[in-house]
């Protein structure tokens, strides 16, 4: 199996270093697979979904927006947070979700690029939290 080195960081922490087959992230421009030799690249990321292909495990995270660095069979995700299934309230993510869908029903005083990001960040890590369920069925 052809591996690369695959880190994955946070303004506070260190989320994920280990060798990896392949890892799946969504750029602005749709889904990017990285694999072993892979040409070098540098683009920004979407809020999503990470998929981490790891030994014999597809491990999924949620992750905010940032980019990824791609050389010389090193991969780096810089992000502003990552949070793997377990680590999701989903009472809570739920709750940040109904919070910024009446925010965003509100006619005045909403910051709405405010509210729009709280909602696609509550509705993101909702489906990490339900994908995760799904796989481990």
Known sequence: MSLFHLNIVTPERQFFSEDVSKVIVRGVEGELAILKNKSPIITPLKMGIIKIYHEDKVLIAAIDDGYISV?????????????????????????????????????????VVQAQTALRRAINRIEVSELHKKIDQ
């Open 71 to 111: 050389e010389d069979n090193y991969a780096i995700v810089v992000t502003k947070s990552a949070e793997w299934p377990y680590e999701i309230d989903l009472e809570e993510a739920l709750e940040e979700k109904r919070k910024a869908e009446e925010a965003l029903s509100r006619d005045h005083g909403v910051d």
